[in-house]
């Protein structure tokens, strides 16, 4: 059966094609001639950049290789190659390849598509875009074509699907992240056009990593009648040397804010929050990293972090922009000039990695519900001693920073650890 691709259930079958029909997926963009389209790799050996997953001996090209692949979502940034990926691992095995999306997700189209191979030897793959907004209910409807193999499923996300998705879907796939492109990447891509070296860095550098928006803004320039140059590029990107990438806002903004706020540079922070702002972020995306970066990485050192930033989150929700940025702009200088301190984050990692290999640590009897041994604290002061584990088992790291310190002294002071 040849490779078919088909952007809908309604596309109409190709018996003659010989390869990838981008006709039936990318109709507008045949029209356009576009440069983003043109220069989609034919095969993994032109595909540019995520070495770590189709790199030659990377674990999961051995498993296209022997077409076994799992259940699979991609996420990561615009332009990084996910729904490139996804059609040529269907040309890789073989699978004719359907296309949906989130956005517009109907479960008749699914149906239609399984449907149409019945009664064939082939079974399709079937992408989803923007799976993180598919609902439960239409994750269900996933499951049992998943748990069956009725069809190899793989979606692409700009943000982690992990918490999107039910723990039923997850427990039938796996999910691989997407890297931005690096300078390198993006210069192997312009390689087949001859530009002049400030235009070519002008591309990269404006591109946030994004090889779709780099093309695109260079495809937009040469369509004019005007000599290609700087200039020009900068009358079509105008405001940002972010580019158009959607992620560069969720990944690199967002990591720079918050690695500026862990290290305590609250001027770094704020120029952070304002090209966030700037570019249009979501306002409640921005409020739920500074809760937890409230408890990562300030935690005990300072415990009003946590509630200023749920209290921000809370807000922005309600009142959003142009006052949410007052909003923000507070809880970041107050997180950035508060003491740090990772114990909570550091010693729940350190815990669980402990009760994955030792799952069944006996609970002493006496603190077992309803145990007439229990010494209740409050009939002794507030603290008496007892065991509450068979074994002298420590996470916490207490860090002498804030009121973290404060906290430390008052346990020693009250085990009688430290003279009063």
């Given at each position: 059966m040849p490779y078919i691709i088909?952007?809908?259930?309604?596309?109409?079958?190709?018996?003659?094609?010989?390869?990838?029909?981008?006709?039936?997926?990318?109709?507008?963009?045949?029209?356009?001639?576009?440069l983003a389209y043109n220069k989609r790799p034919k095969s993994f050996q032109d595909f540019v950049g995520q070495a770590h997953l189709f790199g030659e001996n990377a674990p999961f090209m051995r498993l296209i290789l022997t077409r076994k692949i799992p259940h699979s979502f991609f996420f990561g940034p615009a332009g990084s190659g996910k729904t490139t990926a996804a059609?040529?691992?269907?040309?890789a095995m073989d699978y004719p390849f359907y296309s949906l999306n989130a956005t517009n997700f109907k479960t008749e189209d699914l149906r239609g598509i399984l449907k149409s191979h019945q009664n064939t030897l082939q079974k399709p793959l079937i992408f989803i875009d923007e799976v993180h907004r598919l609902n439960?209910?239409?994750?269900?409807?996933?499951?049992?074509?998943?748990e069956n193999h009725q069809s190899l499923i793989l979606g692409a996300s700009t943000e982690n699907p992990y918490f999107a998705l039910t723990q039923a879907i997850r427990s039938r796939s796996m999910v691989f992240e997407f890297y931005p492109l690096k300078e390198q990447d993006l210069k192997q891509i312009l390689e087949s056009y001859d530009l002049q070296e400030e235009i070519q860095e002008f591309l990269i550098q404006t591109s946030g990593g994004d090889a779709r928006a780099m093309l695109n803004l260079l495809d937009c320039a040469l369509s004019t009648d005007l000599p290609l140059s700087v200039e020009l590029l900068e009358t079509f990107r105008k405001t940002s040397l972010s580019g158009t990438s959607?992620?560069?806002?969720h990944y690199n903004l967002i990591s720079a804010m918050i690695k500026s706020i862990r290290g305590?540079?609250?001027?770094?922070?704020?120029?952070?929050?304002?090209?966030?702002?700037?570019?249009?972020?979501?306002?409640?995306?921005?409020?739920?990293r500074l809760v937890i970066l409230a408890s990562e990485d300030i935690g005990n050192a300072n415990p009003n972090a946590l509630n200023l930033a749920n209290s921000?989150?809370?807000?922005?929700a309600k009142i959003g922009y142009p006052e949410a940025r007052i909003i923000l702009a507070q809880c970041v200088i107050y997180l950035?000039?508060?003491?740090?301190?990772?114990?909570?984050?550091?010693?729940?990692?350190?815990?669980?990695?402990?009760?994955?290999?030792?799952?069944?640590?006996?609970?002493?009897?006496?603190?077992?519900?309803?145990?007439?041994?229990?010494?209740?604290?409050?009939?002794?002061?507030?603290?008496?001693?007892?065991?509450y584990l068979d074994k002298d088992l420590q996470f916490v790291k207490w860090l002498p920073k804030g009121f973290e310190k404060t906290l430390k002294e008052w346990l020693d002071k009250i085990k009688g650890k430290t003279k009063t």
């Amino acid at each position: 059966m040849p490779y078919i691709i088909k952007s809908t259930i309604k596309a109409a079958k190709n018996p003659s094609n010989k390869g990838i029909n981008f006709d039936i997926l990318f109709p507008k963009r045949i029209k356009m001639k576009n440069l983003a389209y043109n220069k989609r790799p034919k095969s993994f050996q032109d595909f540019v950049g995520q070495a770590h997953l189709f790199g030659e001996n990377a674990p999961f090209m051995r498993l296209i290789l022997t077409r076994k692949i799992p259940h699979s979502f991609f996420f990561g940034p615009a332009g990084s190659g996910k729904t490139t990926a996804a059609i040529l691992i269907a040309k890789a095995m073989d699978y004719p390849f359907y296309s949906l999306n989130a956005t517009n997700f109907k479960t008749e189209d699914l149906r239609g598509i399984l449907k149409s191979h019945q009664n064939t030897l082939q079974k399709p793959l079937i992408f989803i875009d923007e799976v993180h907004r598919l609902n439960k209910a239409q994750q269900e409807t996933l499951l049992p074509i998943m748990e069956n193999h009725q069809s190899l499923i793989l979606g692409a996300s700009t943000e982690n699907p992990y918490f999107a998705l039910t723990q039923a879907i997850r427990s039938r796939s796996m999910v691989f992240e997407f890297y931005p492109l690096k300078e390198q990447d993006l210069k192997q891509i312009l390689e087949s056009y001859d530009l002049q070296e400030e235009i070519q860095e002008f591309l990269i550098q404006t591109s946030g990593g994004d090889a779709r928006a780099m093309l695109n803004l260079l495809d937009c320039a040469l369509s004019t009648d005007l000599p290609l140059s700087v200039e020009l590029l900068e009358t079509f990107r105008k405001t940002s040397l972010s580019g158009t990438s959607e992620l560069d806002m969720h990944y690199n903004l967002i990591s720079a804010m918050i690695k500026s706020i862990r290290g305590s540079d609250e001027n770094a922070a704020i120029y952070y929050l304002a090209r966030l702002i700037a570019g249009g972020e979501n306002p409640e995306f921005i409020a739920r990293r500074l809760v937890i970066l409230a408890s990562e990485d300030i935690g005990n050192a300072n415990p009003n972090a946590l509630n200023l930033a749920n209290s921000t989150m809370q807000s922005v929700a309600k009142i959003g922009y142009p006052e949410a940025r007052i909003i923000l702009a507070q809880c970041v200088i107050y997180l950035s000039s508060s003491p740090k301190s990772n114990s909570a984050y550091e010693a729940i990692d350190s815990a669980i990695s402990y009760v994955e290999k030792h799952p069944n640590e006996p609970i002493p009897p006496h603190i077992l519900q309803f145990h007439k041994n229990y010494l209740y604290p409050h009939d002794f002061g507030g603290w008496v001693e007892q065991k509450y584990l068979d074994k002298d088992l420590q996470f916490v790291k207490w860090l002498p920073k804030g009121f973290e310190k404060t906290l430390k002294e008052w346990l020693d002071k009250i085990k009688g650890k430290t003279k009063t």
